[in-house]
């Protein structure tokens, strides 16, 4: 499979493209805080990895939870690429992607230090979700066992310290592909997280 993986939820900019299902180039910025700027030009870089682009099956993005504008530039730039070219789109939540980079088979919980003093969190066996994603305080943290967390808190230095990364949006999307896959004309819907519950956003304004 031949696929082009994106993550953007965070303050991170990542792509890579994968041929034949392996990883061929990852292109990542840091501290990235123009994504409508940067994400255009990153992609294109690795869809030149292809001598076509029909070669490419599909464009595999991260959906959240996240940073909520990020994850509207990212889905916005796959689905005006993927009308024109007629590629499928593989959805891929934040926190399962992060989780298939990890090789922890018991009990954990992936975190993502979203913004302000609240978390994203969600607990996971191995590579199994055991429930939705949840907001938590920053301050409540600590009562969590067992966390992979990616957050620039210098707090935080002691515990696993995970990054989001296209490699891993990619990974989980061809491991996942079947059940993940959509039409380039199909709407998608990004992850939102509200102060306490799981959502995901449907809105007749949408147009994702």
């Not at 607990?123 to 009562?143: H, T, Y």
């Not at 990054?163 to 059940?179: C, D, E, L, R």
């Amino acid at each position: 499979m031949n696929l082009i993986a994106i993550e953007a939820s965070t303050d991170l900019c990542s792509v890579a493209s994968f041929k034949d299902g392996s990883l061929y180039n990852v292109i990542d910025l840091v501290d990235s805080k123009e994504h409508s700027k940067n994400l255009p030009h990153i992609i294109s870089q690795c869809m030149n990895d292809f001598v076509d682009y029909s070669e490419i099956d599909a464009f595999a993005v991260s959906i959240g939870p996240g940073s909520f504008t990020s994850v509207r530039i990212s889905l916005s730039i796959i689905k005006g690429l993927t009308l024109g070219l007629k590629n499928e789109i593989v959805p891929v939540p934040t926190l399962d992607a992060m989780n298939y980079s990890i090789d922890d088979k018991t009990t954990h919980h992936i975190v993502l230090n979203s913004f302000k003093e609240k978390c994203f969190v969600q607990k996971f066996k191995g590579r199994s979700a055991m429930d939705e994603p949840f907001v938590l305080d920053l301050k409540d943290i600590n009562k969590i066992n067992n966390a992979y967390i990616y957050s620039k808190n210098s707090a935080f230095t002691n515990n696993d310290l995970i990054t989001p990364s296209a490699i891993s949006v990619g990974n989980y999307a061809i491991g996942n592909y079947k059940k993940l896959v959509k039409k380039y004309n199909e709407k998608i819907k990004p992850i939102y997280l509200s102060e306490n519950k799981f959502v995901k956003i449907n809105d007749n304004k949408s147009k994702y």
